[in-house]
């Protein structure tokens, strides 16, 4: 695993473009699965609850979306970290299907950038300051890699309350 993208391990050889594109259906499948009035239970305790996931996606969304186009924008940006867990303090009272509807749709925005990005941009660099140096397709990659990452754990609690 790069240190640039910590979620390579959980890519499995798809595009990642295609990833991108199939993980909105995949998580409303995973959310009817699981059912709203389960939606805002954890799994276990410290754990967050699916509506709390989809909702960190959303907000991820927004960051990624931030760091491709600053890469586009910038002359190799340094792009800011974030504490997941203090955003997360904020997810209260927002509904698994409110969080899914924006994770949608700033998703289907950033896959039109991607599409008009790549391939001539997959090597603009960006930094890190954490992880180090990257590329705009080492961001898209991630992005794909975090997906596969929630899925697996949205996957699970589905399995969990069925």
């Known amino acids: 695993m790069s240190a640039q993208n910590p ?3 959980f890519l ?3 595009p990642v473009e295609r990833i991108l594109e199939l993980t909105p259906n ?8 699981i059912g709203a009035d389960k939606s805002t239970v954890q799994p276990a305790p ?6 709390e996931i989809v909702a960190h996606l959303a907000d991820c969304e927004l960051v990624f979306g931030f760091r491709l186009r600053q890469t586009l924008a910038e002359d190799h940006p ?8 203090k955003w997360a303090a904020t997810y209260s009272g927002i509904s698994a299907g409110e969080a899914h509807r924006v994770f949608s749709s700033i998703r289907n925005w950033n896959l039109h950038l991607i599409a008009n990005a790549l391939p001539a941009a997959a090597s603009r660099p960006v930094s890190h300051p954490e992880r180090g140096a990257m590329t705009f397709l080492t961001i898209v ?3 794909a890699g975090h ?3 929630h899925l697996v754990q949205l996957e699970r609690i589905a399995a969990q309350f069925a």
């Open 7 to 9: 979620y390579e391990k």
């Open 26 to 33: 995949k998580v409303a499948i995973c959310l009817a699965e």
């Open 147 to 149: 997906d596969l990452n």
């Open 46 to 51: 410290g754990k967050w609850s699916p509506a």
């Open 78 to 85: 340094i792009v800011q970290p974030f504490d997941q867990d």
């Open 141 to 143: 990659e991630t992005m």
């Open 12 to 14: 499995d050889g798809r």
